[in-house]
Nanobody
């Protein structure tokens, strides 16, 4: 069984910074793409940023230049450094990992964390 756990959310003032962390635990053979998504109240979950196992990144237009995604393949972790935060960044942030478990061949399972709340407010 594989678990994905996020941490680092909280309350921050507009213009501030926050770093989210995510770690995948369990019987993992490899992880393909890892990423961060968010869901604001009354809205659909949306992509924030993703990073492949070889380091290729992709960002939503709304966060380009403000957010940076980092990954440590050895530790199965992915972080999201958020800067110049805006009230519209307020959402629950979810980590996603494309996990290939040990013994699963090449079959990948999209594994989600429980989410961490980020609130940007003065």
């Amino acid at each position: 069984q594989v678990q994905v756990v996020e941490s680092g959310g909280g309350l921050v003032q507009p213009g501030g910074s926050l770093r989210l962390s995510c770690a995948a635990h369990g019987n993992i053979f490899k992880i393909n793409t890892m990423g961060w998504y968010r869901q604001a109240p009354g809205k659909q979950r949306e992509l924030v940023a993703t990073i492949t196992s070889w380091g290729r990144t992709n960002y939503a237009d709304a966060v380009k230049g403000r957010f940076t995604i980092f990954r440590d393949n050895a530790k199965n972790t992915v972080d999201l450094q958020m800067s110049s935060l805006k009230p519209e960044d307020t959402a629950v942030y979810y980590c996603n990992a494309g996990v290939v478990p040990v013994g699963a061949g090449d079959r990948e399972y999209a594994t989600w964390g429980q989410g961490t709340q980020v609130t940007v407010s003065s």
